[in-house]
């Protein structure tokens, strides 16, 4: 049985032009019209887009050893993040992860908790400053800058906040030229000399020049206060080789913990504001679990496993709005799923979080917002791979723990003392680039709650 072509294909671009201008509903229309396998063609490439559950396992974990990061995608992401985690392949990768996996051990990020509360503090004290003037708030732009904050303050040890509007510009540039990156293949080279490629270039100096300052700072006095998860990277040693990280190595790991671990958090803290907005009973059972849990204390890390509906509302928005919501792999041998389904070698595959995170045989009332989903009860019977906003397999992102916290934590300290409200008419929509951001921003009206 050969898959069905994914939709809104035409000449010379083949699925390009629809997947450039309107990703997610040619993705969502691939499914209704292909069914769980989908063939897509790109120039130069082909390949199959999977989007059921037992394929994506298929692809993530059982076949992990089959298929390689080499994609256009991945590609474009390493003219940003280098050769870190999140784009290194094979033992090199395997060598890097066992070096960074004790510092996002459990027990390591819950030490963190009470910074990252208090780091939440100053947002508090905008967003109470902004009711007095009744204007909105980007409340996009406040979550980018707090969860900047968070992750330069507690991994890097920087106080990066007269900088971090410059710095937040840059990523968000960055994102929007790497996505173009992606599909429009035909961009010139960054080392040709055009002021595109310039500013590109700029940009991304911004960003890796801060990280480097960090981990100067670090290495000439390793016992300054902060920086924890920075300190533990430099004096990190491979257990096999005794091999530590070279210069070029740390800034790569850790401009991809800069980059991709704020973005991610920010981005699911945005969503679940502007969710929470137009679900008015579900921001209120949340706020009672608040109120009863906490009372009048601030939350700490503690807390994280005594706030259930907190973290179901969380993985509610995680699964209508994940961050990577389009995942490649290169097929380097020949996979066989099943029902005359064959990758090919040498051809592409993806999976699609935010499509099987709605697919109609896992998920009832696809498109709603029911935290209530997440309960045990509800959860039991439910494949691992119908949810996987962090990936999945060997390759699952490494930093999904931190991000959970961190966003329950700033959740819960921020939602006990503030109800934000959608403008009239507003209907904020997704923008589909490298992570999955509202377009335009996300200005909310920020009030005190209600009691």
Request: charged letters at 25%; aromatic letters at 8%; hydrophobic letters at 40%.
């Amino acid at each position: 049985m050969r898959a069905r072509q994914l939709p809104g294909s035409v000449p010379v671009l083949e699925n390009l032009y629809a997947m450039r201008t309107a990703p997610l509903a040619t993705l969502a229309l691939g499914l209704r019209e292909c069914g769980d396998v989908a063939r897509v063609a790109f120039p130069g490439h082909e390949g199959h887009i999977l989007f059921h559950p037992e394929h994506v396992r298929a692809l993530l974990v059982d076949h992990s050893r089959d298929v390689s990061k080499a994609t256009p995608g991945f590609d474009a992401l390493r003219l940003l993040l280098g050769n870190g985690l999140l784009t290194s392949e094979g033992d090199f990768w395997l060598r890097q992860r066992r070096i960074a996996q004790p510092a996002f051990h459990r027990t390591r990020i819950w030490a963190l908790g009470a910074r990252m509360v208090e780091l939440t503090e100053p947002t508090a004290r905008e967003w109470d400053e902004s009711t007095r003037y009744k204007g909105t708030v980007d409340v996009a732009r406040s979550m980018m800058h707090l969860t900047l904050r968070v992750v330069s303050d507690t991994m890097l040890g920087l106080d990066i906040d007269r900088e971090a509007a410059h710095v937040g510009e840059a990523i968000t540039f960055l994102l929007h030229e790497l996505n173009e990156r992606i599909v429009r293949p035909f961009l010139p080279p960054l080392s040709w000399p055009l002021p595109r490629n310039k500013r590109f270039t700029e940009a991304r100096e911004t960003v890796r020049s801060v990280i480097a300052r960090a981990i100067r700072d670090k290495r000439a006095n390793p016992t300054a206060p902060g920086g924890d998860f920075l300190r533990m990277l430099i004096e990190a040693r491979d257990e096999e080789s005794g091999e530590a990280m070279d210069d070029q190595q740390l800034l790569d790991e850790v401009a991809t913990i800069f980059a991709a671990g704020h973005e991610t958090t920010a981005n699911l803290l945005a969503w679940t504001w502007a969710y929470l907005a137009r679900a008015p009973v579900v921001r209120r059972a949340l706020q009672r679990e608040l109120d009863d849990v906490l009372g009048a204390r601030a939350v700490t890390a503690e807390d994280y496993p005594k706030l259930p509906y907190t973290r179901m509302v969380l993985a509610e928005v995680l699964r209508l709005c994940p961050p990577a919501w389009f995942i490649s792999r290169r097929v380097e041998r020949t996979i066989e799923l099943g029902r005359g389904i064959t990758l090919p070698a040498r051809s592409l595959a993806f999976v699609a979080p935010y499509i099987t995170h709605r697919h109609p045989d896992f998920w009832d009332d696809p498109e709603g917002f029911d935290p209530e989903r997440f309960s045990d009860e509800r959860s039991k019977d439910r494949p691992t791979f119908a949810y996987f906003p962090f990936g999945g397999g060997p390759r699952k992102c490494i930093g999904d723990t931190f991000a959970l916290v961190e966003a329950t934590l700033v959740l819960a300290t921020l939602a006990r003392k503030f109800d934000l409200e959608l403008p009239v008419g507003a209907n904020p929509v997704p923008e589909p680039v490298i992570t999955l951001r509202p377009r335009g921003g996300l200005h909310m009206l920020v009030k005190h709650r209600r009691t």
